[in-house]
């Protein structure tokens, strides 16, 4: 257990007290995120503040995977690598990042992947990269689909200061999501786009789009 670990208890509670000056937070569905073993969660992306939004709302310590450019941020790369975060090549097949992920998850370790890949520029549900489906098929973990609503009243996109929201943000997590039935009834070829189209489905309806 390494010093992220130890300090989560406490850190969560800051977490969630930043919130409550901000506006409150809303948690829901926190049963459906597993205690123990491999998981993915699959929240939306709206703003740069949701990984600290999805962190506070977890019921376990997480992951975290995150573009590589922050990374070379001064302070900020240190800070990251301090709350678990994962540096990995956007635009680019990563396979170093990747079998840290996967190797993470074997472990049984908890990791947030943003599906879209980027912030929305207007909050809007974006296209789903299908990294989420062939890591979740190669380690065969459950995939927790995360629905956040409000946190880019917090951090508005191409804006790096914090401000009040005067209204909760809230964080959704869904039942997790299997590929054994994919495995089983999909096509090799076809099994990563059946399962993103699942994971895109619940995702939508967690914030309320679609």
């Known amino acids: 257990m390494d010093a992220y670990?130890?300090?989560?208890?406490?850190?969560?509670?800051?977490?969630?007290?930043?919130?409550?000056?901000?506006?409150?937070?809303?948690?829901?569905?926190?049963g459906n995120v597993p205690r123990v073993g491999g998981v993915i969660l699959a929240p939306n992306h709206r703003s740069d503040c949701d990984p600290v939004a999805v962190g506070a709302a977890a019921p376990r310590p997480l992951w975290f995977v995150a573009k590589e450019e922050l990374f070379d941020i001064p302070i900020l790369g240190s800070v990251m690598r301090f709350f678990h975060a994962i540096p990995i090549k956007r635009d680019a097949a990563d396979r170093r990042a990747i079998r840290r992920i996967e190797a993470l998850l074997e472990k049984g370790e908890a990791v947030v992947i943003f599906p879209e890949g980027r912030v929305s520029p207007t909050g809007a549900f974006q296209p789903l990269e299908p990294g989420v489906g062939l890591i979740a098929l190669r380690t065969r973990v459950p995939i927790v689909p995360v629905g956040l609503l409000g946190t880019e009243r917090i951090i508005p996109y191409g804006s790096v200061i914090p401000r009040p929201a005067f209204r909760r943000t809230t964080v959704r997590f869904g039942p997790p999501i299997t590929c054994d039935d994919i495995v089983q009834t999909v096509r090799r070829r076809e099994q990563v786009d059946a399962l993103m189209a699942r994971v895109e489905e619940k995702m939508k309806r967690l914030i309320g789009d679609g």
């Open 5 to 30: 670990e130890t300090l989560y208890p406490a850190m969560k509670v800051v977490g969630r007290g930043i919130f409550a000056l901000l506006g409150g937070l809303r948690v829901e569905g926190a």
